[in-house]
């Protein structure tokens, strides 16, 4: 058995903008998105992190901005919000909002609906926006998912 050790992605900054381009990529496609690029201070934020959860939680906060971009630039509002406040206190811990291991892809989606809906106070139109899909989507989302109330 071959065992290959690659240091922390701390130790590896000059990986992260490469990496963030290729989950955007990833995910803008599989998302439908149009999101081309990564602004500046976005990619500030991502190299002054310290990425606790190495590759794994770059990933997973890519994969969270893309969906809940507006544009066709990553701004700093679209990361999750202990990397904008380059919070280390929860080393480790994912992403608020994002996948975490043992959900479904189902509980992922309502936590980003979830989400979408307290950052635009309960605006269903522009959660919809901001969440890429139909306004007639997420009513339907919402029904499955018993949150028709908020």
């Given at each position: 058995m071959l065992e290959i050790k690659l240091p922390p992605l701390r130790e590896r900054r000059s990986d992260i903008?490469?990496?963030a381009q290729a989950f955007l990529r990833e995910f803008a496609r599989e998302n439908e998105k149009k999101v081309r690029e990564i602004a500046p201070e976005t990619m500030e934020i991502l190299m002054n992190y310290p990425w606790p959860g190495n590759v794994r939680e770059l990933r997973a906060a890519i994969e969270g901005a893309v969906v809940l971009c507006r544009g066709d630039k990553l701004m700093p509002r679209d990361l999750p919000e202990n990397v904008r406040a380059g919070d280390t206190a929860s080393a480790g811990a994912p992403p608020q909002g994002i996948f975490v291991s043992?959900?479904?892809v189902k509980d992922a989606e309502k936590q980003l609906i979830i989400r979408a809906l307290k950052e635009s106070d309960s605006n269903r139109t522009?959660?919809?926006?901001?969440l890429g899909m139909s306004r007639r989507t997420l009513h339907r989302k919402l029904h499955e998912y018993g949150l028709e109330d908020l």
């Open positions: 903008p490469l990496l043992g959900e479904t522009l959660a919809a926006k901001r």
